[in-house]
């Protein structure tokens, strides 16, 4: 499984680069590289962050933090959810923020995507030149690198499955047993003999197996011979939102579950493999904190589809039926890119957080519901808490579990727990409480969403360390797997090829076998 060296470095022009920087603690722009984590819980603190602009560039900084014995960290977006980045014991962290070019790349009939890129500055960049889309997610801040490899998902998902299931090739720097950082590539041609390094990029999240500088994409079946805009998805030419909206200050535990149980019976009716009419559904149900003051559902659909509006009218009624409160609904439709390029996810002041996911196979009970009811109308609680039930399956259910290393293929919702909050001081008590919460949602299954009837373990992008903690994860279930289920023994197979030396970890990485 030996894997040779590319034998090309980049997409760069013939000036090249510009060189790699240093920065140390001292220098000005330090404070702002090592806060661009978006969890304000955790801060880095390394001895040098590096920007890179090249894959050579990265592996002369891998080599000499190899050599220094120095821990190594790598920073995207910066949107991680816990401190696998922004740990004290990481000396050297390497930003890639300007490796961000996106170019068809004619020798692998692919699009080139620089590992640093957000996805706010991709859409656009296919979209415009190309008409084409990647499936990606809904935060335009968010960086390719650790999204993809994390088997990220997104608005169009239910239609064209995740990110991954796009995804071509991977350029990485990897370490071998001798500590020598090579340049790799490895595809998902069945004959490549990197082809299970490209598998195991394809769910296992960041910071495992090396780093990827560069991700190719073009869709299974595609062929670039009729030109690079047929070789992705085509977004939608218009977007219809709702946004509904139902007061805190009229609900009821009864109208509040059957606002929850409605959302999650109309997602098992209608969340099995597509296509169908319901394919471009992407849609959010924010179970919010009494002090945010409203429980509000997102929705959209492809405006350009004939019936759309009446559709996603439908599916709003499905979800208020019987429910029994004043409630609102309005109504917007606007360009595809327009839509994408939306910033949903700002929280203002309440920066520091904690967060937790779960996949769902099956609607929450009654008892789920009422559970979540008990925490979040709790009027003594300051913190913002949202229990949050995105649309799944469609697209994403029709690959087999075995394709990539994101093995959760059938289920009908991805679950997102977090709690938000201000000051330092309040950590200890903001974490207690929704461990508590989590624990009791899943109390019929050990505390966690355990792979079964119900549940199907939890989404790797939205990393919790709890799970990997025995004295919090009392379910005696591995933390691998609720992430990666029967995969796991894959990824450490891989793991011991192209990083035997354990380089690249953290609290949460794939472990040596």
């Not at 020798?107 to 640093?116: K, L, N």
């Not at 350009?304 to 609904?329: C, F, M, Q, R, T």
């Amino acid at each position: 499984m030996s894997s040779p060296a590319l034998g090309h470095e980049s997409l760069d022009t013939a000036a090249g680069p510009p060189a790699a920087v240093t920065v140390r603690p001292d220098d000005p722009r330090y404070a702002h590289l090592v806060r661009r984590g978006r969890n304000t819980r955790f801060a880095a603190t390394p001895g040098t962050v590096r920007l890179v602009h090249s894959a050579e560039q990265v592996r002369q900084v891998v080599q000499e933090a190899v050599d220094d014995g120095s821990r190594i960290a790598v920073r995207g977006g910066g949107h991680g959810l816990e401190n696998l980045v922004d740990n004290p014991e990481v000396r050297t962290l390497i930003d890639m923020s300007r490796m961000n070019s996106v170019a068809f790349d004619p020798r692998h009939r692919a699009f080139s995507i620089g590992a640093g890129a957000l996805l706010g500055q991709v859409y656009p960049a296919l979209y415009l030149s190309w008409g084409v889309a990647i499936p990606g997610g809904t935060c335009p801040g968010v960086g390719l690198g650790g999204y993809v490899q994390g088997g990220g998902f997104g608005a169009m998902c239910r239609r064209h499955g995740l990110i991954v299931d796009h995804l071509y090739g991977v350029e990485m720097v990897a370490v071998d047993r001798s500590g020598r950082a090579s340049t790799l590539v490895a595809t998902r041609e069945p004959a490549d003999p990197n082809r299970d390094l490209w598998w195991a990029c394809t769910g296992a999240g960041g910071g495992n197996f090396g780093v990827v500088t560069r991700y190719w994409f073009r869709s299974p079946g595609a062929d670039a011979g009729d030109g690079p805009a047929t070789i992705l998805p085509r977004p939608p030419r218009t977007t219809i939102l709702a946004s509904v909206n139902w007061p805190w200050e009229t609900m009821t535990e009864a109208a509040f579950t059957k606002i929850v149980r409605n959302h999650g019976e109309w997602h098992q009716q209608d969340g099995a493999e597509g296509p169908g009419p319901y394919d471009s559904l992407y849609s959010g149900l924010y179970l919010n904190q009494l002090m945010v003051g409203q429980v509000t559902l997102n929705a959209q659909m492809d405006g350009s589809d004939p019936g759309s509006a009446k559709l996603l009218e439908d599916y709003i009624a499905a979800v208020n039926d019987g429910v029994g409160v004043p409630w609102s609904v309005q109504y917007t439709t606007m360009p595809w890119l327009d839509s994408a390029l939306r910033d949903v996810e700002n929280r203002g002041i309440h920066t520091r957080s904690k967060s937790k996911g779960a996949y769902l196979r099956e609607p929450y009970s009654g008892e789920q519901a009422a559970t979540a009811y008990r925490f979040l109308s709790d009027p003594g609680y300051d913190g913002h808490t949202v229990l949050l039930l995105f649309s799944y399956g469609g697209q994403i259910n029709s690959v087999h579990p075995s394709a990539t290393a994101a093995p959760q293929r059938d289920s009908i919702l991805k679950s997102y727990l977090g709690t938000y909050w201000v000051h330092s001081g309040d950590d200890e008590r903001h974490v207690e409480r929704i461990r508590r919460f989590y624990a009791e949602l899943y109390a019929a299954t050990g505390g966690v969403p355990a792979p079964g009837t119900a549940t199907d373990g939890s989404y790797i992008n939205y990393p919790d360390t709890d799970l990997a903690d025995p004295s919090v994860n009392t379910s005696g279930i591995p933390w691998h797997t609720l992430y990666f289920k029967d995969g796991y023994e894959r990824l450490q197979r891989a793991k011991a090829c192209w990083d035997p030396g354990d380089v690249f970890r953290h609290a949460l990485s794939v472990r040596l076998p």
